[in-house]
């Protein structure tokens, strides 16, 4: 994926040799949302997902012509192979939840197993690009945080669209989460939630914005 190469067409998982990092992907899932909901497309701001991945190149002091987001997995690879390594994919997995001190960061879950061990690495990848960012955290978190998150995760507002593609697409959202599921027939294909920052730590939106000046922060930050 590279700068002015990318619309939305598919559903994440595809053949990409990585998978945009966690937070990038809340930010994607929280303006799609926000463009379906003002009765627009599947398209997502392409330029807050931009800004992102020039902040990651930018925080490990790199530069690319064409901004591709697979340049800052590259630059970390030896770090991203560690994190890796240390986790192994069980026979029949079909989904995972990621915890940060006693932050539940997210989870996914696909139906098929199968299609689940093929993104495994790639998913860890995605969630500890993000983890490489941060100050180490205590543990703590554990069952009990996850029990907690899909608690809340039970409590999300619902709206139903149908998919691009297959299946219907049920965007997720809660002042402390943000996401979404494929849903086809009575199956769910795969499941995608995020947490937000807590709201004492997003920023204020200006008093005078104008409407895209509000539509634009409002899909950035998950309301």
């Known amino acids: 994926m590279e700068r002015e190469r990318w619309r939305y067409a598919s559903k994440e998982f595809s053949s990409s040799p990585v998978i945009m990092e966690r937070s990038l992907r809340a930010r994607k899932a929280a303006s799609v949302s926000a463009s379906l909901r003002a009765g627009r497309s599947f398209a997502s701001d392409q330029g807050e997902v931009w800004a992102?991945?020039?902040?990651?190149?930018?925080?490990?002091?790199?530069?690319?012509?064409t901004e591709a987001m697979a340049d800052p997995y590259a630059g970390e690879e030896e770090s991203l192979r560690t994190f890796r390594e240390a986790f192994a994919c069980a026979e029949g997995q079909q989904g995972l939840a990621v915890v940060c001190g006693r932050r539940v960061l997210g989870l996914d879950f696909l139906s098929s197993p199968a299609a689940f061990r093929h993104c495994f690495h790639r998913l860890i990848s995605s969630y500890a690009?993000?983890?490489?960012?941060?100050?180490?955290?205590?543990?703590?978190?554990?069952?009990?945080?996850i029990h907690a998150f899909l608690t809340t995760a039970a409590a999300v507002s619902e709206e139903i669209v149908p998919s691009p593609?297959?299946?219907?697409?049920?965007?997720?959202r809660h002042e402390d989460l943000v996401g979404s599921a494929l849903v086809a027939g009575n199956e769910?294909?795969?499941?995608?939630?995020?947490?937000?920052?807590?709201?004492?730590?997003?920023?204020?939106?200006p008093a005078l914005a104008n409407y895209s000046c509000r539509r634009r922060f409002l899909a950035r930050h998950g309301e």
């Open 52 to 65: 992102g991945i020039r902040q990651m190149m930018d925080r490990r002091g790199m530069a690319s012509p």
């Open 165 to 172: 593609g297959y299946g219907e697409d049920h965007r997720l």
């Open 188 to 205: 769910v294909i795969h499941v995608g939630l995020f947490s937000l920052p807590p709201q004492t730590e997003r920023p204020e939106m």
């Open 129 to 145: 690009m993000e983890l490489l960012d941060v100050p180490a955290a205590g543990g703590g978190g554990g069952v009990e945080g």
